[in-house]
């Protein structure tokens, strides 16, 4: 061989990395090693993912209930918004009278009705001028009361 050669080959040598005679896939793992496996993850993330799955039911279930509050508030404050209506009007007062009206909130239309009728409150058989019975209602709720005028003031039973 050349000079050159064994030159070559003497440097090649002495660059290449020293490895020990065992290879990667002979060496085990440590004795004390700690850590999740790619199966113990997997596993895990399959656990979250469920869990996640039923809070975001238990969220959406809360959001109707939420939802289906509100819009029984509002029911509520159109019956109470009609019933102040006419509770202020005179018991003689044409406006006292049988109605209904439609309102519309959040894109939903309720129908509010009211009827007035006049009442024997002393089973005379006679109808009296100053007294009335009130009905309001919405969506199957409704409000009654009776409204007398006693000169002076309107008082409601």
Known sequence: MSPRVKAARAVETSVRPRFSSRSFSDRSPLPNASGFTLVEA????????????????LYFAGLQASSA?????????L???????????????????DGNE??????KTYTV????????LDDDGQVETDAKRI???????????????????????
């Open 42 to 57: 997997l596993i895990s993330s399959l656990v979250m993912a469920f869990a996640a799955i039923a809070m975001a039911g």
């Open 113 to 120: 009705s009211w009827t007035v009728v006049g009442v024997d």
């Open 79 to 97: 019956l109470r918004s009609r019933m102040e209506y006419l509770l202020s009007e005179k018991i003689d007062s044409p406006n006292l009278a």
């Open 135 to 157: 009905e309001v209602s919405v969506a199957g709720r409704s409000a009654t009361t009776l409204v007398v005028d006693t000169g002076e003031t309107l008082g409601k039973i």
């Open 102 to 107: 439609e309102v519309t909130i959040d894109g």
């Open 69 to 77: 509050q509100t819009e029984s508030a509002q029911i509520d404050s």
